[in-house]
Every structure is written in C-alpha cells, then in structure tokens.
C-alpha cells in the first residue's frame, strides 16, 4: 500500500493569539516537528505534504525537508478553511498513486508511529478509520438557548483526534460532494 499523509498547517492560530502554531515551540523544537519525527519513522508512510500559510511555505518546508527528506512531496498553500487545505493537498497529489491518505493536524504533536500503523491498518481493513480515546468527561447536550437537555452515555462517547485515515478514492469523492453541497467540516 502506497500512502501519503496530509498535514493542514495554514489555520490562523485564533486560539493561540494568531500565531503560527505549528512552528511554536515545546521544549525547544516547533510542535510540527513531533509529528513529523513520527511520519519520517514510520515504515507505512509513503510521503507527506503540507498546506501552509502563503507566508509560512518557506519556514514550514525548511523544517519539513531537514526531518522527512525525501519523503516530504511538498509544502502548498493552505486555503481559506481547513477543509480547504486539504483539498488543495488531495489536488495536489491526485496524479500519483496513493492508496491511503491520512490526514494530521499540524498543532497535534503527541502522534506515534504505532497510531498511525494502526489507522493505516484499520483505513485498509474499512476503507476509514481515525484515533479516538473515550471520553472521560461528561457532555451534556443543550438546545439553542444554552439549557441543558440530556446527558451523553459517557460509555458511548470518544473524544475524536487525528490521524484519520481514507482510502484515497473515498476520501477524494467525498470532498468533491461537500464541494458540490457546500458543506464545511471540522474533520474528515
């Protein structure tokens, strides 16, 4: 199986006082690369692009080429949405022959080559899969006005994370239909 992993790094960092969030650093190194250390090692990976700011390709390809190598594809601009960077990846990479494509969320720097064999192996097995853990709070869903309605079966309830793992031609027809329908999604 041939596979590429998708990394959207071009988010504004709203949340983090509109930084590049994925060059901050955690003990001395930018959180991307964690991540990238995890895609160099794994065995699985293929090759990895990147959707970045207009004005962060350099820095972030700069740092991404001395970690992946010949694995890096490239390093593109990201788009308006997230959604929007990973079509410009999925685009990007559409003449090659990949099988699966996982996608990361750059500021996510706590991946691990065996999360992301296991996804791989699930995506290969269903066609789909990501890494969840359960949840270990209590969600409570509330209507429009903020009142509380119900309680979530916490025994139900996976916190969702990345890496999310596709088969490459499933995942490709289902961006051209959010495309077609206009929908925007926080994940794959």
């Given at each position: 199986?041939?596979?590429?992993?998708?990394?959207?790094?071009?988010?504004?960092?709203?949340?983090?006082?509109?930084?590049?969030?994925?060059?901050?650093?955690?003990?001395?190194?930018?959180?991307?690369?964690?991540?990238?250390?995890?895609?160099?090692?794994?065995?699985?990976?293929?090759?990895?692009?990147?959707?970045?700011?207009?004005?962060?390709?350099?820095?972030?390809?700069?740092?991404?080429?001395?970690?992946?190598?010949?694995?890096?594809?490239?390093?593109?601009?990201?788009?308006?949405?997230?959604?929007?960077?990973?079509?410009?990846?999925?685009?990007?990479?559409?003449?090659?022959?990949f099988?699966?494509?996982?996608?990361?969320?750059?500021?996510?720097p706590?991946?691990?080559?065996?999360?992301?064999?296991?996804?791989?192996?699930?995506?290969?097995?269903?066609?789909?899969?990501?890494?969840?853990?359960?949840?270990?709070?209590?969600?409570?869903?509330?209507?429009?006005?903020?009142?509380?309605?119900s309680?979530?079966?916490?025994a139900?309830?996976w916190?969702?994370?990345?890496?999310?793992?596709?088969?490459?031609?499933?995942?490709?027809?289902?961006?051209?239909?959010?495309?077609?329908?206009?929908?925007?999604?926080?994940?794959?």
């Amino acid at each position: 199986m041939k596979t590429c992993a998708i990394i959207p790094a071009a988010g504004s960092g709203k949340r983090m006082g509109g930084s590049a969030k994925h060059l901050l650093t955690i003990s001395g190194k930018p959180i991307l690369a964690y991540s990238l250390d995890e895609f160099a090692r794994s065995m699985k990976i293929s090759g990895v692009i990147i959707a970045a700011a207009k004005e962060m390709i350099g820095d972030t390809e700069l740092l991404s080429r001395s970690i992946l190598g010949p694995k890096l594809i490239g390093v593109i601009e990201g788009g308006v949405e997230r959604q929007d960077s990973v079509w410009n990846c999925l685009k990007a990479i559409q003449g090659d022959t990949f099988d699966i494509v996982l996608v990361h969320d750059a500021a996510r720097p706590f991946i691990t080559a065996m999360m992301i064999d296991a996804v791989l192996k699930e995506a290969e097995r269903y066609g789909g899969a990501i890494v969840a853990v359960p949840s270990k709070d209590t969600i409570k869903l509330a209507d429009e006005d903020g009142f509380v309605g119900s309680t979530i079966d916490r025994a139900k309830a996976w916190n969702v994370q990345t890496t999310q793992a596709f088969r490459f031609d499933l995942l490709t027809r289902a961006f051209e239909k959010a495309r077609h329908d206009q929908f925007i999604g926080t994940d794959e």
